[in-house]
């Protein structure tokens, strides 16, 4: 692991099973040119290995923004997930986005809640930060500045 710095965190002192808990930060994701989200209630989970990944309530998303999308996929932690595009005025981004309709005991403070891949959007930030993809194409976590790795999603890192 990276060693963390002053008001860091490493991620690999994150637990697992996956941790849920507020996050006080201001969070805020635009597409197309346009906020689509815009929340100081999300939720954050927090997995070793993994950056936090970012649910978002339903009444802070614009709901013109984004509409169901086709596929699910099923964590072990959280249930199954149901996958939603992110539309815009002039594209989309497919499956940019997803959430827990009916998750685990422990996840049900986020039902409902959507996810955004940060790679999809035009931008994501929490509070002053703005964030980073989670290296490869599966993972929907969020680096900032006060997250250390390394990251699960980059070659070589599948059987972590």
Avoid at 36 to 51: G, W
Avoid at 56 to 82: H, M, N, R, T, Y
Avoid at 84 to 111: E, L, Q
């Amino acid at each position: 692991p990276d060693p963390p710095g002053p008001n860091q965190e490493s991620v690999w002192n994150y637990p697992r099973p996956p941790a849920l808990e507020p996050e006080p930060r201001h969070v805020r994701i635009v597409f197309e040119g346009r906020v689509v989200a815009d929340t100081t209630r999300a939720m954050r989970v927090l997995e070793t290995s993994h950056p936090p990944v970012y649910y978002l309530p339903p009444d802070d998303i614009d709901p013109d923004a984004v509409q169901p999308a086709g596929g699910s996929s099923f964590c072990e932690w959280k249930g199954q997930a149901a996958y939603w595009d992110v539309v815009g005025p002039t594209r989309s981004a497919p499956r940019a986005a997803w959430c827990y309709p009916d998750p685990t005991a422990a996840f049900t403070p986020i039902t409902g809640y959507l996810a955004f891949f940060c790679s999809a959007m035009d931008q994501c930030t929490v509070g002053d930060a703005v964030a980073t993809p989670q290296p490869g194409g599966f993972y929907g976590g969020w680096i900032t500045p006060w997250v250390v790795g390394p990251f699960k999603g980059g070659p070589g890192s599948h059987g972590w």
